[in-house]
C-alpha cells in the first residue's frame, strides 16, 4: 500500500529546466564571459545544487554569483515558469484527497525550491522538502531519509521524476519510480531501457496508472 509520493521538480512537476539553464546562462556570461560553459555541460551538473554547478565552472566559491542567481531566478520565474505543467496540481490534488501525503526530493537548493513554493502557490501542499547539496545529489539516500522520518518500507513510498538518474537513484533505494516523460526535455528511450512499463508520457496516464495500481 502507497503511503507517501515523492516528487522531483525540474522537468517533473514544472517546465522549468530551460528557465533554469538560462538563469545559469546569465550568471555565467557575467561573471566568465567568453569562457561560460555550454548548456549541455551545465544540464550534465543537474546532480548538484546551483551553488554546485556555479563552484564547478567557476572554479571557486563565489557568493556574489550565488545571489545573482537567486535574484534572477525570482526575478524572471513568472515571465519564464508561470505554473506548474498542466494536470499537475489534479494529480497532486488526487494523491492529497486520498490522505497520501506529498513531498519534494530535488537536486536543488532550499533557496530556489522555496523560491517557487512561494511564487507558484504551492504552500501546505508539501509534507517534506529534501534539498540537493553543493556535491552531486543523492537521491537514494534522500529517499532513504524520508523512509526513516515516515517510518516507511521502500514498497510504501513511489518517487515520481523525469531524470534517468531519478530511475538510477531509486532503484538503488530499492524504491519504485514512476518516470514522468511529459517535458520537452525527457529522454523518452533511455528512460524505457532503464525504467519500463513505468515511463509516462502525460500525466493523466499517471493518474490513471495510480488508479488501476
Not at 17 to 34: E, I, Q, R, S
Request: with cysteine.
Amino acid at each position: 500500500m502507497i503511503k507517501h509520493v515523492a516528487f522531483d521538480f525540474d522537468g517533473t512537476l514544472a517546465d522549468s529546466v530551460d528557465f533554469c539553464l538560462y538563469v545559469f546562462d546569465a550568471v555565467f556570461k557575467k561573471y566568465m564571459g567568453d569562457q561560460a560553459p555550454e548548456r549541455e555541460a551545465i544540464y550534465q551538473c543537474f546532480g548538484m545544487n546551483e551553488p554546485g554547478v556555479i563552484r564547478n565552472f567557476v572554479g571557486s566559491n563565489l557568493p556574489e554569483a550565488e545571489e545573482e542567481f537567486y535574484r534572477l531566478h525570482r526575478q524572471w520565474h513568472l515571465q519564464m515558469c508561470p505554473d506548474l505543467f498542466p494536470g499537475c496540481r489534479k494529480l497532486l490534488d488526487y494523491l492529497r484527497e486520498r490522505n497520501i501525503p506529498v513531498s519534494i526530493v530535488t537536486g536543488r537548493s532550499e533557496t530556489t525550491c522555496q523560491i517557487s513554493v512561494e511564487v507558484l502557490q504551492l504552500q501546505g501542499i508539501f509534507t517534506d522538502f529534501q534539498y540537493g547539496a553543493a556535491q552531486r545529489n543523492d537521491k537514494s539516500a534522500q529517499l532513504q531519509l524520508l523512509m526513516d522520518k515516515y517510518d516507511l518500507s521502500a514498497d510504501e513510498i513511489l518517487y515520481v521524476g523525469d531524470a534517468v538518474s531519478d530511475a538510477e537513484a531509486c532503484h538503488a533505494a530499492g524504491v519504485k519510480c514512476l518516470s514522468a516523460a511529459w517535458a520537452k526535455s525527457a529522454r523518452i528511450a533511455e528512460l524505457e531501457k532503464i525504467n519500463p512499463g513505468l515511463v509516462f508520457r502525460t500525466v493523466e496516464a499517471m493518474i490513471d496508472y495510480l488508479q488501476t495500481h
